[in-house]
């Protein structure tokens, strides 16, 4: 690969707080800005060159205008990376494909939502197009940003852990949380992010998506040792990886119907906003 690359960041539906750690990353690692040149990336610049090399895209593929955009990108870039969860996985974006798409647009939306906004069911970019390499998470793990920048840069291919997450809080020699009543995921879900989240307490979510070999009828066992329903259960596996779940089709091992089905039952909230004054 030519010296100084350029690259460029896109996104499409997602919260951007995958983008946000690069830049959070930048301030730290000045030094990545004399490996590369960024030419576009709407986080951090105004300028939008399209001259580039390397595409990292952040977001899921929610739109039928998507994948144009996405095939251009495609065209332009000897390397595509997908950025994070929503990009790798379909992410949490993928949760409205429980739903005909016009019942989720209509409830998002209003009465006329469907024909408001362009929706269509959520997919991962590689659905659309080939994908050169993933950095995975919700958000992505900064360190794993740098690591695989720098084998692109080499001209060699990113390779992501292939265990589970609790390998990670073994050497981090942290309490096992499922052993202590708090539901974890980390034995089926894929390594990498210095298990992060069970180092501070919280349960893994899944956000990097599952482990090979993963063993999800041993991990139901363990959850409803917590008290969980088959329907919690199926809700943990699905929160980040429900479009992967799809397309398993009837050996996904869930026991509730991953859609879309019109007689689901749309979601609730008891939040309330404060009152203005």
Known sequence: MATKPKIAFFDFTSCEGCQLTVVDLLQTHLGLLDLVEIVQFREAMSEKGEDYQI??????????????????????????????ACAHLGGVNALKNYWP??????????????DAYESYPARPISAVIPVDAVIPGCPIDRHEFLRIVQLLLQGRAPHLPD???????????????????????????????????????????????????ANFAYMREILRGHGLSDADIDARFTMFNHYQFQQMGEPA?????????????????????PKED
Do not use: M
């Open 101 to 114: 798409i016009e019942k989720a647009q209509r409830y998002v939306y209003g009465e006329h939502g469907q």
């Open 55 to 84: 595409a990292f895209i952040e977001g899921s593929c929610t739109r039928k205008s998507d994948e144009a955009r996405l095939q251009k990108i495609r065209a332009q870039a000897a390397v595509v990376v997908a950025l994070g």
């Open 253 to 273: 091992p869930v026991t509730t119907p991953l859609g879309p089905d019109r007689t689901a039952p749309l979601p609730t909230s008891t939040f309330a906003a």
């Open 163 to 213: 265990y589970p997450l609790c390998v990670e809080c073994k050497f981090k020699e942290n309490a096992c949380l499922n052993y202590h009543g708090i539901p974890c995921l980390g034995p089926i879900t894929r390594a990498g992010c210095d298990a992060i989240c069970p180092s501070y307490g919280d349960g893994c979510e899944g956000c990097r998506g599952w482990a090979p070999e």
